[in-house]
């Protein structure tokens, strides 16, 4: 195969990537019309995907001239900057579906932190309280409110993902103490638990401040 080939047929890799992008994110906007809960962050990764396409065109004319390695390295430098935005958007379109039929966004196993990780800065910036109603989750946007059910003794409370996790297989979220102790699952040290996303305007009792006054999560 000449050098000729192979630029041709990276291009046309490339091609089928932009649209095959573009097929993922009608496919999400279809699946979030139905709730302008989900709209926002289903915009955000449209406008992520939208400001990788310049560069993904820029490389493609860069690809037409180059020599064949720098050609497939072109390919592979479009492909990676236009997964994650996809995926963002396929995320976002999981939970405004959760929202509307009022399903479980994800079950399986939470744990725990350990005390150790008190005062520890989290994914949002701000230090890890144990004695607040917080959890850790792998790709819901910090600020998501969540309620958490322990499927073996039904008690559930109101969370706020502020922080990046658990990274271990199995895992679906970590919480904090003070939430784990709601969820009576201290001594057991995980539960099977249910998440269910709620709409940024849902509070919680035990997430107020001394004067009462509700602390509203911002949504990232």
Known sequence: MNARTVRSVA???TFCTLLLAGAGMTMAAQETAAS???DRPALLSVSALASTTSAAVSAVAEAASAPVSAAVSAVSA???AITEPVQRIRNAAATTTALVTGQPHQTGNASYYADKFHGRKTASGENFDN???TMAHRTLPLGTLV???NLANNTSVVVR????????SGRV???SRAAAEKLNM???GFAQVALHILPPSATNAADKDERGAAKLPTIR
Not at 161 to 168: C, Q
């Open 78 to 80: 479009v492909t990676s």
């Open 131 to 133: 004695t607040e109603l």
């Open 11 to 13: 291009l046309r890799t």
């Open 36 to 38: 302008d809960e989900g």
């Open 173 to 175: 979220a970590d919480l």
């Open 161 to 168: 993902v502020n922080d990046r996790g658990p990274y271990s």
């Open 147 to 149: 309620k958490v059910t």
């Open 186 to 188: 201290i001594r057991q």
